[in-house]
């Protein structure tokens, strides 16, 4: 599969994902709103999310993929080896780890909710929700697993697929727990972890499908899993960085009534481009460098590095722009409604503006780390990841203090940036450097961008009453995406970004 046929399956399965994540954000708000009740569920569902961020999508997969791949070169039979000997050491640390989490998650809660230590009923609401849904870590870990040797196949669909199913249990199970009369915030904990199952069957059946039927194994550090472990391990500590990065926030947040629901509802809006474009080109693209440096093909892996980062920005800038430019009204359209006041909108709509102010450098990212693991470094991502934890944390502590809660996305989003710096200037080191088409239409992009911007800046103060009424919101922010669509697409064609034509080649190229 090539480049672009990759990006598109994986973005496509994603944006499916994220828009029924979204559904699923709009019940919750109309429902709960920012009430302590929202605060305690998402504050609980970060627990698992943090370790399956750190250890499943992060440390395990950046590790597995480069050795899956290159074990593929050797043969079927030796990557079902490696893959039965990953599965068996995976799986039993999981088990452990999960039991030990869950018995200690009073304590544990501490780490994510110091704030609401204080109101001891909504502590303790926290600390059950977490329990109900950690045991979805080790099965959404395993699924991660099969998804990894997936992507290392070229089989994107099933993997990228797979998340779609934790929304529509939660969806499914926020809605009989509406038509019951039972506490929404308890099933959907419950939803969350019965999806676990469901992800972790859809994509081991079609790992069977597809040659790999791993068999049990009893867990043995061999030679291959040692050399998975030490790449593992910086990646873990990376993982760690950043995600404790998303940790100090929440738990500044949780001292501040309502601004854990806020900023996570932000999160979903932004959320939304990074997972479609950020999350799939660092699937497609790991697997592909992989490939070309075990063949020697150090030209052909800065060539694929250049033209992902080129449509990874030129899918991200205008995004960017539009949640900085309409996000208030993005957040009224979508969440508005029921527990779900006009304030909070406003609110979510400044975190998501702040937030934007990261998102390239969170999609680039995504672009650029694969570069470093595919050639088995992990060290050097968790260097700079561990110099940006330290400006994240400097930044928000300090400015949550002076300024209030809007220091935390702020201090996310440089520290971003500076992640993002320091990776493209040691990649240049080692002649990963911005080749002259992508350093021609980078800036054509953005400006496409900002005239895309300015015309929603305009429609938007023009139709600013459609906002107010409740049936015409999102028919005026449907109007406002299908205007910002043609507008950056006339302007990047009309300034030479891209064209149509180059799109399609790119998604046919192999």
């Known amino acids: 599969m090539s480049l672009g046929r990759g990006f598109l399956t994986v973005g496509g399965m994603t944006l499916i994902s994220r828009m029924l994540g979204l559904v699923r954000e709009v019940i919750i708000a109309a429902t709960l709103g920012a009430t302590d009740a929202a605060d305690a569920f998402y504050a609980a569902f970060r627990m698992p999310n943090l370790f399956r961020r750190i250890f499943a999508e992060g440390a395990f997969s950046v590790a597995f993929v480069p050795l899956f791949t290159k074990s593929l070169e050797d043969g079927d039979d030796a990557a079902r080896r490696f893959g039965e000997e ?21 304590v544990l809660m501490l780490a994510l909710a110091a704030g609401f230590t204080s109101e001891p009923t909504k502590y303790d609401m926290t600390v059950l929700l977490a329990q109900i849904m950690f045991p979805y870590l080790m099965l959404v870990s395993l699924t991660a ?3 990894a040797v997936l992507n290392a196949l070229g089989k ?15 969806i499914g199970f926020a809605g009989l727990a509406l038509l019951m009369g039972w506490r929404i915030e308890i099933w959907l904990a419950i939803g969350v972890a019965l999806s676990g199952i469901a992800q972790l069957g859809m994509v081991a059946s079609a790992a069977r499908r597809a040659g790999m039927r791993f068999a049990l194994r009893r867990p043995r550090l061999t030679p291959d899993m040692r050399r998975l472990l030490a790449l593992a391990a910086p990646a873990a500590l990376a993982g760690g960085a950043m995600q404790i990065n998303l940790m100090v926030g929440s738990i500044i947040a949780s001292f501040f009534d309502g601004v854990v629901a806020w900023l996570t509802y932000a999160d979903r809006l932004y959320q939304l481009p990074l997972g479609v474009v950020g999350i799939a080109v660092g699937i497609v693209l790991m697997p592909e460098i992989s490939r070309r440096l075990k063949r020697g093909d150090a030209t052909g892996a800065a060539h694929s590095l250049n033209r992902s980062a080129e449509f990874a920005l030129a899918l991200t800038l205008p995004a960017t722009v539009a949640l900085m430019i309409i996000p208030v009204e993005i957040a009224r359209a979508i969440f508005e409604r029921g527990a779900y006041t006009a304030f909070d909108a406003s609110q979510t709509g400044l975190a998501a503006a702040l937030f934007a102010l990261g998102l390239p450098a969170f999609v680039l990212n995504k672009t650029l780390t694969p570069a470093f693991f595919a ?14 934890m330290g400006i994240n944390t400097v930044l928000a502590i300090v ?6 809660w809007v220091a935390i996305p702020v201090a996310t989003a440089i520290a971003a940036w500076v992640n993002t710096v320091w990776l493209w200037i040691v990649l240049r080191q080692r002649g990963y450097a911005m080749d002259e088409r992508l350093a021609r239409r980078l800036p054509r992009m953005a400006l496409a961008s900002v005239v895309m911007g300015i015309v929603l800046w305009l429609a938007a103060r023009a139709g600013s009453g459609l906002f107010e009424t409740g049936l015409a919101r999102i028919p005026a922010l449907l109007g406002l995406v299908f205007l910002g669509v043609a507008v950056y697409a006339l302007a990047a064609r009309a300034m030479g970004a891209f064209t149509l034509a180059e799109l399609k080649a790119g998604i046919r190229r192999t």
């Open 375 to 388: 050639a088995e470094d992990s060290r050097t991502p968790l260097r700079l990841s561990l110099w940006a």
């Open 86 to 106: 990953a599965l068996a050491m995976l799986a039993s640390a999981l088990f452990v780890f999960t039991l030990i989490a869950t018995v200690s998650m009073p």
């Open 145 to 147: 697993l099969f998804s």
């Open 156 to 170: 994107f669909a099933v993997a990228a697929g797979a998340p779609i199913l934790l929304n529509i249990f939660m």
């Open 399 to 404: 400015g949550a203090l002076s300024f209030g």
